[in-house]
């Protein structure tokens, strides 16, 4: 008996599968979590591409109208800026829905109540506003009000640097998305992205806006 319970206990055959087996649930989690990290980072890092080229191309219209055409093209650059877009894409009453928020505005600045000068203070005043609202739970978006914010303060839709404060006007854009991780439900929750950006702009004009059910004059 002593022998057989000495022989049991040197007996090393299957060590190699319990240790593959403890260890495989591990391995697994690491690596998956580095992808689904990974996507984040991409997806993120699109987002915000997506709202600076917006901004861009707002800043830059020819003849300082967004006409509703082009207000067209830059609510679908963030489709073009991310191939896989689609993915947050779901059915709902029979039409496909975009499935992401995007906020646009127009900015210009004005004295502090009745200074006249270069040298008084300015405070920023919103021409118009456009919204559309998809299937996000918290959108953010400009209103006819911007808070002024130091230049280290991230950008929320809601706010503008006050290193941009100056006699050209700005655009704002903001973008809101949903996150759909690939193991959803199983290691990271569905998430929302918010991307900002600000430009002046590119002739120092105001920049208008063709007016419909979407946009709201301040």
Not at 29 to 56: D, P, Y
Not at 79 to 98: C, E, S, Y
Request: a neutral charge; hydrophobic letters at 45%.
């Amino acid at each position: 008996m002593r022998s057989m319970k000495f022989g049991f206990l040197a007996d090393d055959r299957g060590v190699a599968a319990t240790e593959f087996a403890l260890l495989v649930p591990i391995l697994l989690t690491l690596l998956l979590g580095t992808i689904e990290i990974s996507n984040f980072t991409l997806q993120n890092r699109r987002a915000h591409q997506a709202a600076v080229l917006a901004a861009e191309f707002m800043s830059r219209d020819g003849d300082n109208v967004l006409a509703i055409n082009e207000r067209h093209i830059v609510e679908d650059i963030w489709m073009i800026t991310n191939p896989t877009a689609h993915l947050a894409m779901v059915p709902r009453d029979g039409r496909w829905a975009n499935g992401y928020s995007r906020a646009l505005a127009s900015v210009e600045f004005a004295p502090v109540g009745n200074c006249q000068g270069l040298e008084c203070p300015l405070f920023p005043r919103v021409n118009w506003t456009f919204l559309y609202q998809d299937i996000i739970s918290r959108p953010v978006y400009t209103r006819c009000e911007l808070e002024l914010v130091p230049n280290s303060v991230p950008l929320d839709g809601k706010n503008i640097h006050d290193g941009l404060v100056g006699r050209a006007p700005v655009v704002v854009v903001h973008f809101t998305y949903p996150y759909i991780p690939l193991l959803q439900g199983w290691l990271f929750p569905t998430l929302e992205l918010h991307a900002s950006a600000v430009r002046k702009t590119r002739n120092s004009v105001l920049l208008r806006v063709e007016q419909d059910g979407f946009t709201r004059s301040c």
